[in-house]
């Protein structure tokens, strides 16, 4: 079975830091594209930030500046450092992928999303 993990999610008060970080395992032949999204109450699941297996961070244009996506490779991991939070930063995130798995002697894409981390920042 192949599956994200997320974790770091918590409550903050608003200037404050939050790192997220998101763990690909199973069985599992190659992780492409990694990224974080989040979804605010009431409000559609937005992309914040994507990187493929070799590039360099892809942020959604109204993400840039407050937050930074990393990647461990040889892990399986990405993460996403959080800083100066605001209340609108509340949201459940979650991490999504592009993985080749090994699937019944061959391989097989999936494209999964982790269960999702809740990050709060209170006034």
């Known amino acids: 079975q192949v599956q994200l993990v997320e974790s770091g999610g918590g409550l903050v008060h608003t200037g404050g830091s939050l790192r997220l970080s998101c763990t690909a395992s199973?069985?599992?032949?190659?992780?492409?594209?990694m990224g974080w999204y989040r979804q605010a109450p009431g409000k559609q699941r937005e992309l914040i930030a994507t990187?493929?297996?070799?590039?360099?961070?892809t942020y959604a244009e109204s993400q840039k500046g407050r937050f930074t996506l990393s990647r461990d490779n040889a892990n399986n991991k990405v993460y996403l450092q959080m800083n100066s939070l605001k209340p609108d930063d509340t949201a459940v995130y979650y991490c999504?992928?592009?993985?080749?798995?090994?699937w019944g002697g061959g391989f097989r894409h999936l494209e999964l999303w982790g269960q999702g981390t809740s990050v709060t920042v209170s006034s």
């Open positions: 199973g069985s599992i032949f190659s992780v492409e594209k």
């Open positions: 990187i493929t297996s070799g590039g360099s961070p």
């Open positions: 999504n992928a592009d993985i080749i798995a090994r």
